[in-house]
């Protein structure tokens, strides 16, 4: 398999609900991302991980949980959501976390995970 | 604040001439990117400009201008698989993505 693979691609839970979603790629990047997509508004950056070290955290409530085992899995752990937290969760790695002038750094996502909370 | 703005929704006719316009302010600029979005599907990387200009790929150019906070994505002889939402998305002075909301695109025979 080859690029960035996202499971489960929809997922439907309860607000008491404890579920994770998983991210896997196959580039050889050192650099992965959790982002948030919502009808209608700009991609919001969730996690960052370099070298599966965190490096940031944007402010995320902390019913969402990022782990990274290894620099090619990354998963995100959800418990307690709330119904607005049901959007489109895209995972996505690059190279590096830090582009330069000369350098791209281009991300590759995932299909996504379409979580809805009821 | 930081900002990107693109029109919401686009309509054109296959075969066609389409430009998407985004327009930026940000704390600084170290380059900006359009990606490709078919609904249901992964962003895909369309095109990178740092410098002043255009930038050909095919049927698909990206101009920059960065004395204006202003780019666009021109599309050639649209075609109906051309239909999809457009992210521009600007690369800070931190290095950080400044996302766009995105235009969707809808392509009419």
């Known amino acids: 398999e080859t690029g960035v693979t996202q499971t489960p691609r929809h997922l439907v839970m309860g607000m008491t609900n404890k579920k994770s979603l998983k991210c896997e790629q196959h580039?050889?990047?050192?650099?992965m991302y959790w982002y948030k997509q919502s009808a209608k508004k700009p991609l919001e950056l969730m996690f960052v991980y370099n070298f599966k070290e965190q490096t940031e955290n944007n402010s995320v409530p902390s019913r969402f949980s990022p782990e990274c085992p290894n620099s090619s899995h990354l998963f995100l752990h959800l418990h307690t959501l709330q119904p607005e937290d049901s959007a489109l969760y895209l995972c996505a790695s690059s190279q590096e976390t830090s582009g330069s002038a000369s350098g791209a750094n281009v991300l590759t996502f995932g299909a996504g995970s379409r979580l809805t909370v009821l | 604040g930081q900002n990107i703005d693109q029109p919401t929704e686009m309509t054109a006719t296959e075969g066609a001439i389409v430009q998407i316009n985004c327009t930026y302010q940000t704390s600084g600029f170290n380059g900006l990117f359009w990606y490709q979005q078919h609904a249901g599907e992964a962003p895909t990387f369309l095109s990178y400009?740092?410098l002043d200009g255009l930038e050909e790929k095919g049927r698909f150019s990206s101009f920059l201008s960065r004395s204006k906070g202003y780019s666009y994505l021109l599309l050639k002889e649209l075609q109906m698989k051309d239909s999809a939402s457009y992210l521009c998305a600007v690369r800070d002075s931190n290095y950080q993505l400044i996302w766009g909301a995105g235009t969707k695109l809808i392509i009419k025979p």
């Open positions: 580039l050889g990047h050192n650099a």
């Open positions: 400009n740092v």
